[in-house]
């Protein structure tokens, strides 16, 4: 692996052999970063060493079924994320196989570091069905058996050869070279396991991290700029208004709902006492945690943590784009600006024009991509069509780490309006218009030149009180002994196939560069000699069913009817009877009453957790003058004690609004008069709930 700068050229070389006495279906399913640039694809079977190239899909197909005879074709396939699925066919008994993997990334700095992730797990893929029988598609096989070992060599050249390396992951060697030389990066032990991602990160040092290189791209000069954002801004007191809106469908269960959980509970934790927040579920119906903004203080808090202690998601057909507008609606009533912070593992197909409203009522919208199968480049664009940030969270990553990192940059200041200023006029550049840059983000831009461009480049930007901040840096002359052999130009063309929808563009700069995407395949024959009608079995394994204990999965079996739809997800159509719905909701919020009210106060406002706003609004309508928010909120309370709902309260919290009632300082006759008024709103229904 060698860093050149912000840029890292990795290469993953892997050997399986095949030690049964059957033929196997060898397939590789490689979770490379999003960003990530496929450079080179070589594959050895036996004394036949192949290397890919890039077709146009259409040819790849046509290929494959004219050589079938021949031999099985070797494909590397794009899924349009981050997953490259490799399949050489057939490994008879006894076959070696060998696959080398040469892929670019850029990275970015994280305030005084530059952080490499190496993924180390690779395990062997099969067919999965879910829980009603039907495939999901490719799942993981782990062998408990198997020494998975590896080997890692680091070279890092030019500015950061002198820096200070360190791993919070494995035990490392860093050799220095003498000046100008690149340093080594090795493991401790010649060989580890294959257990865990392999994490570097390498110090920033004093100086600025700017740098400016010149590149061949064929007949053109590639000038490559990379800029960290460096502001010294005082601390903002201004108040901000956060709503999270997470996706609750079956793809976020299991492991992954559980780490939002973890990663909202220290959400919680960074919120300002002046700050508004709430929570938005997206199960088969858009829920609120609150029906209106709430105040981060310590009552609400509290029901935020009592939320999230049983939050979970449901195995039904969701729609984030209606949790998205609900979140919209819900106002701070300081009129301050609304960020939402979206949190998904599937795709949004209206996410435009969610994107326009958010714009037109200047709300922000920061995104997290949860897993290989969010649609990446939504993602992306929705936030920053909105003005906000976004981040991808693959398998192999820590999303916790993801979210957390995503939610600081709502305090953190940004410069807006950002343009280049270059030493002489380029042909072209990329991109066109440069996103917000956010104090401590690194920002790369790309401008082509018919010369070598000299002098020095400028960022300008104006920041939140109109001022100018300006980068600056010389651009290092071009050598050609120092070229990269084209792995800047191809990533600056893979970056521009990313904004490219015309698939013959598309698919013309993918052949020119010879890059994987989502109009070409990398495509390599393999001729045995020896036609064989024995094919490979895959096998399947039973999954492990999990979230259901969760509040999610308890939403889904409240349902009287669901329809499949033909991706195999449920779509909820009614309830049983409209008294069903509202008793499901005020016993989800009884649920989490118990974590706040248990030895602790009632609340002091109506703006209870996950209460149906109709009750809400209803029970605003009936106080009378001279009766505050808080002694209704406990006459209501102590109400639902005495009802059949009663029974989800446990007895600490029964105890406190008890406790709160006779403490009540209010005429009998009024609490009489006002308990009718609160038994008028429940009409009985015909199972005798609420």
């Known amino acids: 692996m060698e860093l050149h700068g912000t840029l890292s050229i990795t290469t ?3 050997r399986s052999r095949n030690d049964t006495s059957e033929v196997i279906e060898a397939v590789y399913s490689l979770h490379l970063p999003f960003d990530a640039v496929l450079l080179e694809l070589t594959m050895c079977l036996g004394e036949t060493t192949l290397r890919g190239v ?3 899909k259409r040819e790849s197909k046509r290929v494959q079924v004219d050589s079938i005879e021949r031999g099985m074709p070797a494909t590397l396939e794009y899924d349009g994320h981050s997953t490259y699925n490799l399949n050489i066919g057939k490994l ?15 990275l970015c700095w994280q305030s005084d570091k530059l952080c490499y992730t190496l993924p180390c797990y690779f395990p062997p893929r099969c067919f999965v069905p879910d829980l009603y029988g039907r495939d999901l598609g490719w799942g993981s096989i782990i062998s408990i058996t198997a020494d998975d070992l590896f080997a890692f060599e680091m070279r890092l050249i030019g500015k950061l050869a002198d820096r200070a390396v360190e791993s919070p992951s494995h035990a490392i060697i860093v050799e220095k070279s003498a000046a100008g030389r690149p340093s080594a990066v090795r493991l401790v032990e010649e060989l580890d396991y294959l257990d865990r991602d392999l994490v570097i990160e390498v110090a920033k040092g004093d100086e600025h991290t700017t740098s400016l290189t010149v590149h061949r791209d064929c007949d053109r000069y590639l000038l490559w700029g990379s800029f960290q954002q460096q502001l010294a801004w005082p601390e903002n007191s201004t108040p901000r208004s956060i709503t999270i809106v997470v996706d ?13 959980r973890q990663a909202l509970l220290q959400f919680l934790d960074i919120l300002r006492p002046q700050d508004w927040f709430n929570i938005v579920v997206s199960w088969p119906e858009a829920i609120p945690l609150f029906n209106v903004q709430a105040r981060a203080n310590e009552e609400s808090l509290s029901f935020a943590h009592g939320f999230l202690e049983i939050l979970g998601a449901s195995i039904c057909k969701t729609n984030v784009a209606t949790a998205l507008r609900l979140a919209a609606r819900i106002r701070a009533p300081e009129g301050i600006r609304q960020d939402v912070v979206l949190i998904t593992a599937h795709g949004m197909p209206d996410w435009e024009e969610v994107a326009e409203e958010a714009v037109r009522a200047g709300d922000r919208i920061f995104t997290v991509g949860v897993g290989e199968e969010v649609p990446a480049a939504s993602v992306r664009a929705l936030a920053e069509r909105t003005g906000g940030a976004w981040e991808i969270a693959l398998p192999n990553e820590d999303l916790t780490e993801r979210i957390h990192r995503l939610l600081n940059r709502i305090y953190t200041p940004c410069s807006s309006n950002n343009k280049v200023l270059w030493p002489q006029a380029p042909l072209r550049v990329y991109p066109r218009d440069l996103p917000e840059i956010y104090d401590g983000e690194t920002c790369n831009f790309f401008a082509w030149f018919s010369e070598p461009p000299v002098g020095f480049v400028q960022l300008v930007g104006r920041l939140p009180d109109a001022s100018t901040h300006c980068i600056s840096g010389d651009i290092e002359p071009y050598d050609p002994e120092e070229d990269d052999y084209g792995a800047v130009s191809r990533m600056a063309a893979a ?6 929808a015309n698939a013959d563009l598309g698919r013309d700069i993918a052949l020119k560069y010879q890059l994987l995407s989502r109009w070409t395949d990398y495509l390599a024959m393999v001729d045995s000699g020896e036609n064989t009608d024995i094919l490979p079995d895959p096998n399947r394994i039973e999954p492990m069913p999990a979230g259901w204990a969760e509040l999610g999965g308890e939403f889904q079996r409240s349902y009287r009817r669901t329809v499949e739809h033909a991706d195999g997800e449920l779509e909820f159509l009614s309830w049983k009877d409209p008294h069903e719905r509202r008793d499901y ?14 030895n602790s106060a009632v609340p002091s406002s109506m703006n209870l957790p996950m209460l149906p706003a109709a009750i809400a609004e209803n029970l605003r309508k009936i106080i009378p003058h001279g009766v505050d928010e808080r002694t209704m909120t406990i006459l209501f309370l102590n109400y639902i004690v005495d009802s059949a709902l009663g029974c989800h309260l446990v007895k600490g919290a029964k105890d406190t609004i008890r406790k709160g009632y006779s403490g009540l300082q209010v005429d009998q006759l ?6 009718g008024s609160i038994a008028g709103i429940f009409t009985p229904g015909p199972d005798g709930h609420l």
């Open 92 to 106: 008879l008994p006894g076959e070696e196989a060998k696959v080398s993997l040469r892929y670019a990334t850029l």
């Open 585 to 598: 909701y005020l016993g989800l919020c009884l649920r989490i009453l118990n974590y706040s009210l248990f």
């Open 248 to 260: 609750g469908s079956n793809w976020m269960r299991g492991d992954r709902i559980s780490t939002v």
């Open 12 to 14: 993953i070389a892997q």
């Open 495 to 500: 970056l521009e196939l990313r904004d490219t």
């Open 670 to 675: 009024q609490i009489k008069s006002l308990e």
């Open 54 to 56: 890039a077709v146009p």
